[in-house]
């Protein structure tokens, strides 16, 4: 965006708060932008899956999981937005200077490697959306044309962000429309589901915001008479629990992303924004990123609570009982099998078929409800309601808008950060190359490595790096915040920096939590080792601090012995 078109906005503002809070309100509206970014890629195939398996294993009493964790999200967001805004600095060079370049790059490289590796899964969702749900490019070679066809909207679009003033807008009303598509296509599932024969318990939907924390604990009130029931209560207890806690993490952890905390003051500060702008970036942070995330989320809990909660796939519990020939999917068998055979082992029992048909039907049903279901599960399942091809066709179109939305701005994001890592101005063949990166990375990736061991090896030591770092991350801006230093007149006093301050620790206290049962809830191996993942995590972390503290020290040394 030009400087021109930065004053021109700048001065809307100014004279909008001369005229009153309605005008105000108005050029608010007329000039949001970063938020629906961040909303961009917020929605993308992780708050899907995380909404989709929070709905299965907890019904609707986990509706109020990710709504919290993005209002804390928001404030450290905020906090984030406060600081750039004010100074006018870079966060990572403030970082680096006023707190610890340890936290500063650490920040970046995790955000680059979010961005690399992310990109993969986005593409794969697409590619299977286009042709699964939308039924298009299904010949032999189609996931080649899908990728490509991916890769090049992809770039389309971003290249307008850095094309011109005109480009600039047209790239804003492309990203409200994918967000708005996407939050419409499940708008529409649940619309579905509500006008439906048994319609939707909406006095349990609505209680389900309430926050219970106990649930990390104690499994959900259906399932826990389940549990009562079957022949395993220990087993099934633990097993339910473990489960339900992985869900809540995973949902929660895609709330806010460490690359979040990245495209926020970058993306403000390649519009031009000032202190001016500091009422505009909260109210685009409410408008415009918690608004569609809040309802795209809670439309996928509760779909997927209505009709997989504690309820098996048709055919499933009689599986073993020779009543008939089962159409349950094949991989569904032996998800479900695998779970009850796993119990019978805990037990010392047999894992035949006959064992597992005189079972109790709690026991299969806590079976069926474990098994792990993806959005064309789901799509399938709402056929009764609109048909086969109006069902794959509502999701696919949402699905898709995920995928597309969240590769632009992981394009983006990568862009700024390669930028930052040059110390270049955020534009130019830098900033280009940047945003190529996570395309080809995910356009190969999806096509060659997304699969088998090779997504092990890149999944889960990229998402347990970002979980643990994004405390880091919300510390850090926590301590740029309290840096009289750095804000000066700017820093916030009395009540208002009280209140800031409480909200923030609460955010860092959340992902702290966060991170230590993503990392201790954690029993995964390195695939032919006994190397426990979580003991490679920590480590890191551990050498990270202690390099932190180092150089702290190293720095505070070198302070003192400087003459004034």
């Given amino acids: 965006m030009s400087s021109q078109n930065s004053d021109q906005h700048r001065d809307l503002i100014l004279k909008a708060k001369g005229r009153g809070h309605d005008a105000t309100f108005r050029a608010y509206l007329k000039l949001s932008g970063p938020g629906w970014l961040q909303s961009a890629i917020t929605l993308g195939g992780g708050s899907l899956a995380g909404s989709l398996y929070l709905g299965i294993i907890g019904g609707y009493e986990l509706m109020w999981l990710q709504p919290l964790m993005m209002v804390f999200g ?45 990109a993969m899964p986005q593409f794969s969702l697409g590619t299977a959306a286009l042709r699964q749900n939308l039924g298009l490019f299904t010949f032999d070679g189609g996931e080649l044309v899908c990728a490509a066809a991916l890769l090049i909207v992809s770039a389309l679009v971003v290249w307008l962000y850095d094309a011109s003033s005109r480009g600039f807008r047209v790239f804003d009303i492309l990203l409200k429309l994918m967000v708005g598509i996407v939050v419409l296509s499940f708008a529409m599932v649940v619309i579905m589901l509500a006008t439906g024969e048994s319609g939707l318990p909406w006095g349990r939907i609505l209680s389900g ?157 806590l079976a069926a409800t474990l098994i792990k279901r993806d959005a064309f599960d789901l799509a399938n399942s709402l056929q009764a309601f609109a048909g086969t091809h109006g069902a794959q066709i509502v999701f696919g179109v949402g699905v898709v808008g ?84 750095l804000l000066g007149d700017d820093m916030p006093k009395g009540g208002a920096r009280i209140a800031w301050n409480v909200l923030m620790a609460i955010a860092v206290l959340l992902a702290l939590i966060g991170a230590a049962v993503s990392i201790f809830n954690d029993t995964t191996t390195i695939p032919g080792t006994g190397i426990y993942v979580r003991n490679i995590a920590l480590s890191i972390l551990g050498g990270l601090v202690l390099l932190a503290i180092v150089i702290h020290f190293i720095r505070s040394k070198h302070t003192k012995n400087t003459p004034d």
């Fill in 209 to 365: 915001f309430v926050p219970d924390p106990n649930l990390l604990f104690h499994p959900t009130e259906s399932l826990g008479k389940l549990v009562e029931q079957s022949s395993a209560p220990d087993y099934w207890l633990a097993t339910v629990v473990s489960a339900q806690r992985d869900r809540m993490v995973a949902a929660a952890a895609t709330a806010v992303g460490i690359n979040m905390t990245f495209l926020l003051p970058y993306s403000m500060m390649k519009r031009g924004w000032d202190r001016n702008f500091r009422g505009l970036a909260r109210f685009d942070l409410a408008t415009g990123l918690f608004i569609p995330f809040l309802f795209a989320t809670s439309f996928v809990v509760i779909a997927a609570a209505s009709q997989f909660h504690a309820k098996p796939e048709p055919g499933l519990l009689a599986l073993h009982t020779g009543s008939g020939k089962s159409t349950v999917p094949a991989k569904l068998q032996e998800a479900y099998e695998g779970n009850l055979g796993k119990m019978l082992q805990s037990s010392g029992r047999e894992t035949d078929r006959a064992t597992m048909a005189a079972l109790p039907e709690a026991d299969r049903i």
């Fill in 74 to 118: 928001i404030v450290m967001l905020s906090a984030i937005a406060y600081v750039t805004l004010s100074t006018g600095e870079r966060p990572f060079r403030a970082l680096n200077e006023h707190v610890n370049p340890v936290l500063g790059w650490t920040w970046i490289v995790a955000t680059m490697m979010a961005n690399l590796v992310w």
């Fill in 402 to 485: 995920m995928a597309v939305s969240s590769i632009i701005i992981l394009m983006l994001i990568n862009g700024f950060v390669v930028c930052e890592m040059m110390n270049r101005p955020m534009g130019g063949w830098p900033y280009r190359l940047g945003c190529l990166m996570p395309a080809l990375s995910g356009a190969f990736g999806a096509l060659y490595l997304w699969s088998g061991k090779a997504q092990f090896y890149l999944a889960v030591p990229t998402s347990r790096f970002g979980m643990v770092l994004l405390p880091i991350a919300y510390i850090a801006f926590f301590c740029l915040m309290n840096k009289r230093k």
